[in-house]
C-alpha cells in the first residue's frame, strides 16, 4: 500500500528565516498531495495542495513542489512567523479502487520570536 | 473552505458501553468520509473509508465489529465504538471528501476518554 516518509520530525527556526518540510511517497498513482497544519488540540486545516499535473504552487508564503519522478514533495514557508509553529502533515492521495488519503508522521515547527 | 462539523465534541464514559460519534458536511455533499485516530504527538492513523449507500471499508488491524461506521446520507457519517474499553481512548477525527473539488475537511474532532 502507499507509505508516506515526512522529514524532519521537529524544525526549529528563528522569526523571519525559512522553513521546508519533505515528503516522499510509495505509491506512483498518487495524484494530489494536500499539506495540513494542526495546532494543538484542533482539528487539521488545509493550507495548500497540489495535483500531480502541476510541479509547483505558491500563496502568499507558502509553496509546495512536486517531483514525480522522484515521488517527493516540499513544503516551503517564507518568512516564518511565530504563529506559524504548529504539527504540518503531507498527505499523498489516490484514486485507484476507491480514494485513500495517507499521511505523513508529522512536522512539529517551532518559530522562535 | 467548506465546513465539517463533528459531535460530540468530548465524551467520558465507563468502560462497556458504546458511543456514538457524528460526522456532518454542512455545505456540501460527501459520497466520501473518513474517520481517522490520532493519538497524542503522533500521526492522523486512517481507520475506515465511510461510503454513502455501502459498506465501510476498514483499514487493516480495525476491527469492523467494534467500530461501527454508517454512512446513512450524503451529509452525515456516525462511527460507534462499541463496549469501549480504556485503549479505545484517543482523539477521533473524522472528514469529508467534497467531491466536486477533490478536497479533504476534517471535522473539530472527538476526544473520547473510557474509564
Known amino acids: 500500500g502507499e507509505n508516506v516518509e515526512q522529514h524532519p520530525s521537529t524544525l526549529s527556526v528563528q522569526e523571519g528565516d525559512s522553513a521546508v518540510i519533505k515528503c516522499t511517497y510509495s505509491?506512483?498513482?498518487?495524484?494530489?498531495f494536500p499539506w495540513y497544519k494542526q495546532e494543538l488540540g484542533k482539528r487539521p486545516q488545509l493550507i495548500i495542495d497540489?495535483?500531480?499535473?502541476?510541479g509547483e504552487k505558491k500563496d502568499q508564503r507558502i509553496a509546495v513542489t512536486l517531483n514525480k519522478t522522484a515521488k517527493h514533495f516540499s513544503l516551503h514557508i517564507t518568512e516564518t512567523q511565530p504563529e506559524d509553529s504548529a504539527v504540518y502533515f503531507c498527505?499523498?492521495?489516490?484514486?485507484?479502487?476507491?480514494?485513500?488519503?495517507?499521511f505523513g508522521a508529522g512536522t512539529r515547527l517551532f518559530v522562535k520570536a | 473552505g467548506a465546513v465539517v462539523s463533528q459531535h460530540p465534541s468530548r465524551v467520558i464514559c465507563k468502560s462497556g458501553t458504546s458511543v456514538k460519534i457524528e460526522c456532518r458536511s454542512l455545505?456540501?455533499?460527501?459520497?466520501?468520509m473518513f474517520w481517522y485516530r490520532q493519538f497524542p504527538k503522533q500521526s492522523l492513523m486512517l481507520m475506515a473509508t465511510?461510503?454513502?449507500?455501502?459498506?465501510?471499508?476498514?483499514e487493516q488491524g480495525v476491527e469492523k465489529d467494534k467500530f461501527l461506521i454508517n454512512h446513512a446520507s450524503l451529509t452525515l457519517s456516525t462511527l460507534t465504538v462499541t463496549s469501549a474499553h480504556p485503549e479505545d481512548s484517543s482523539f477521533y477525527i473524522c472528514?469529508?471528501?467534497?467531491?466536486?473539488?477533490?478536497?479533504?475537511?476534517f471535522g473539530p474532532g472527538t476526544r473520547l476518554l473510557v474509564l
Open positions: 472528514s469529508a471528501r467534497d467531491s466536486g473539488r477533490g478536497t479533504q475537511y
Open positions: 505509491d506512483s498513482a498518487s495524484n494530489y
Open positions: 497540489i495535483r500531480s499535473n502541476v
Open positions: 498527505a499523498a492521495t489516490t484514486n485507484t479502487g476507491g480514494f485513500k488519503t495517507i
Open positions: 455545505d456540501f455533499q460527501a459520497t466520501t
Open positions: 465511510s461510503n454513502e449507500g455501502s459498506k465501510a471499508t476498514y
